[in-house]
């Protein structure tokens, strides 16, 4: 069974940077697209963003575009979400997402397991 853990959420100043850990086991992390999204109270989880399974592509939300980036490290079984000049309106929990199929690159909508999430608070 996989299993998904975050860390490196916290408080960071808007403006600033800040990177998300997610680590994989129970899978070959490296035949697997890996996903982040993030979520706010009391509304829906958001894609944020993805990575494919060979680490050679990777799509972005529009609204974090230019500022976030997505990074994988198969021999960690490791994906990073490197969060530059946040906004204090990107205060959410971030997920990170593993897709359901071997050397698949699934759309926002195609993960299937989730982590625990991170807690990140941007400040003004």
């Known amino acids: 069974q996989v299993q998904l853990v975050e860390s490196g959420g916290g408080l960071v100043q808007a403006g600033g940077s800040l990177r998300l850990s997610c680590a994989a086991s129970g899978r070959t992390f490296s035949n697997y697209a890996m996903g982040w999204f993030r979520q706010g109270p009391g509304k829906e989880r958001e894609f944020v963003g993805r990575i494919s399974w060979s680490g050679l592509s990777t799509v972005y939300a529009d609204s974090v575009k230019s500022r976030f980036t997505i990074s994988r490290d198969n021999a960690k079984n490791t994906v990073y979400l490197q969060m530059n000049c946040p906004k204090p309106g990107e205060t959410r929990v971030y997920f990170c997402?593993?897709?359901?199929?071997?050397?698949?690159?699934?759309?926002?909508?195609?993960?299937?397991?989730w982590g625990q999430g991170t807690q990140v608070t941007v400040s003004s």
């Open positions: 997402a593993i897709a359901p199929g071997l050397r698949q690159t699934p759309g926002p909508n195609g993960f299937d397991s």
